[in-house]
T-cell receptor, first 115, second 113 residues
Framework: EPEVTQTPSHQVTQMGQEVILRCVPI?????FYWYRQILGQKVEFLVS????????KSEIFDDQFSVERPDGSNFTLKIRSTKLEDSAMYFC?????????????FGPGTRLTVL | AQSVAQPEDQVNVAEGNPLTVKCTYS??????LFWYVQYPNRGLQFLLK??????LVKGSYGFEAEFNKSQTSFHLKKPSALVSDSALYFC???????????FGPGTRLSVLP
């Protein structure tokens, strides 16, 4: 069964550094998403992406964040100048369509630790 | 504001007994309702969803959920719990006009042998 994959599984960085989190969505899916989960808190939506453009983003997704599909398979989340409060589990998801009825399939997550 | 509540942080049930994990929501319009499960060191796995039609939805691993529009609830159920069902369960709601999910805080289910 096809699945979403994410690398690395754990990333440790110093405050102020830039990190790039990588995701490979399911191959025939057209919509991609990033969510984050701060330890002990709920999963929060960051951004959705379709046709090489951001289609929706939350208040969390400010200028510090950017997303990109650099090639035909990868989908990346870049966090510039990381802050302590960026420490969280980051989940990538993909779906075949952007319809509200469509299921989003999640990757295993990248745990980001900012020191 | 849109919100999803899972009133129990933790649910304990004996193996073989029925289980219920509760979810209520406050979302405008006619939202779509989902349940996901998270095992340790794994991502969120899709269990089931309600879109329209029959209020009782059947999903993976013997789970089902009952949609109640008047109570704005979507409780997850299973007739006979297994120890392997022990995990973190998330209710998620998707407004019919948007793409992103609103997640509940999660309920940790422990099935005791």
């Amino acid at each position: 069964e096809p699945e979403v994959t994410q690398t690395p599984s754990h990333q440790v960085t110093q405050m102020g550094q830039e990190v790039i989190l990588r995701c490979v969505p399911i191959s025939n899916h057209l919509y991609f998403y990033w969510y984050r989960q701060i330890l002990g808190q709920k999963v929060e939506f960051l951004v959705s992406f379709y046709n090489n453009e951001i289609s929706e983003k939350s208040e969390i997704f400010d200028d510090q964040f950017s997303v990109e599909r650099p090639d035909g398979s990868n989908f990346t989340l870049k966090i510039r100048s990381t802050k302590l409060e960026d420490s969280a589990m980051y989940f990538c998801a993909s779906s075949e369509t952007g319809a509200g009825t469509d299921t989003q399939y999640f990757g295993p997550g990248t745990r980001l630790t900012v020191l | 504001a849109q919100s999803v509540a899972q009133p129990e942080d933790q649910v304990n049930v004996a193996e073989g007994n029925p289980l219920t994990v509760k979810c209520t929501y406050s979302v405008s319009g006619n939202p779509y309702l989902f349940w996901y499960v998270q095992y340790p060191n794994r991502g969120l796995q899709f269990l089931l969803k309600y879109i329209t039609g029959d209020n009782l939805v059947k999903g993976s691993y013997g789970f089902e959920a009952e949609f109640n529009k008047s109570q704005t609830s979507f409780h997850l159920k299973k007739p006979s719990a297994l120890v392997s069902d022990s995990a973190l369960y998330f209710c998620a709601v998707r407004p019919d006009y948007g793409q992103n999910f609103v997640f509940g805080p999660g309920t940790r289910l422990s099935v005791l042998p």
